[in-house]
């Protein structure tokens, strides 16, 4: 009896021991669903979303485990924008990330209180996502381009390289609501420059085509774009009618000058959206979107085709050459 009893009273005694001990386990880490909705298609987009995985390993959040992604697209169709973005909202995603003024419109119409983070925004501001960029206020926050600025100083790049010129294209999409700001910052360019600006409009692939018949008629001795889904989905086609064109060209991505134009300046578009991973991390940890503020790039690259300058018969100044971050023989 003694025996028995001793043992009842260790068993208690350990039992008391180790139940604190369970009760400070920490519980199992959540996994989050994040949402992400691409204009584009997967092809185009896959590199952009490894970055954003990438930069959510880096927070060490590990996939399957603590976060899952729910990623829908509308293969360059932005007809589709609307239904996916309340698909997304019905999957209950805690935050969603998407880039490009339409896709973000759309989300912004499908909810008011899902965290929204957005990529690679021209002019979040001027385009009404947020309030300012220190206290964007709502339920958006992100990363901007800076793409009003950089539109001018890629027309000083085309006037830096040939300084005779006097009339250059600029292919725009009117749909897009930050097309009217950047077309007014790359105005003012132009005046300060004394170049003149032809706009010419591209509401889809189909437009191409007749976009790029009408710049020998509009005299253009360049070619430049307002940054849009549409011109990045379309970038083989893009290129090819460049070449076909014969015009210097400056567009704003390395992809750009790596498939033919001229010149490339812009933020590097990967670094960005491993960088929205940061905001993810912050509002699934309890920040609120209209607490962050909206970041701007912090890496610029400067690509130059020499190949296609070559192909032009065109000298690159040296002191670009040695600006540049890269330079394609």
Known sequence: MWCRALGVTVLLTLSLLVAPLAAEAPSPRPVHRIGVLWNASPSVTRPLLAAFRHGLSERGYVEGEHFTIESRYAEENPGLLPGLAAEMVGLQVEVIVTSGAQAIQAVRQATHTIPVVMVAIGAPVEAGFVTSLARPGGNLTGLSLMAPELSGKRLELLKDTVPALSQVAVL??????????????????????????????????????????????????????????????????????????????????????????????????????????????????????????????????????????????????????????????
């Open 172 to 329: 725009a999409n009117p749909a897009n609501p930050i097309t009217a700001v950047e077309l007014r910052e790359t105005q003012r360019a132009a005046q300060a420059l004394q170049v003149q600006l032809h706009v010419v409009e591209v509401r889809g692939p189909q437009d191409l085509d007749a976009a790029f018949a009408a710049l020998h008629r509009l005299r253009a001795e360049a070619l430049m774009l307002v940054l849009d889904p549409l011109f990045i989905s379309q970038r083989p086609r893009l290129a090819e009618l460049t070449a076909t064109s014969r015009l210097p060209a400056i567009y704003a991505l390395r992809e750009d000058a790596e498939a033919g134009a001229l010149m490339a300046y812009g933020p590097h578009f990967p670094d960005l959206f491993r960088r929205a991973a940061t905001y993810v991390d912050k509002i699934l940890k309890g920040a609120k979107p209209a607490d962050l503020p909206v970041e701007q790039p912090t890496k610029f690259e400067l690509v130059i085709n020499l190949k296609t300058a070559k192909a032009l018969g065109i000298t690159m100044p040296p002191s670009l050459l040695l600006l540049a971050d890269e330079v394609i023989q």
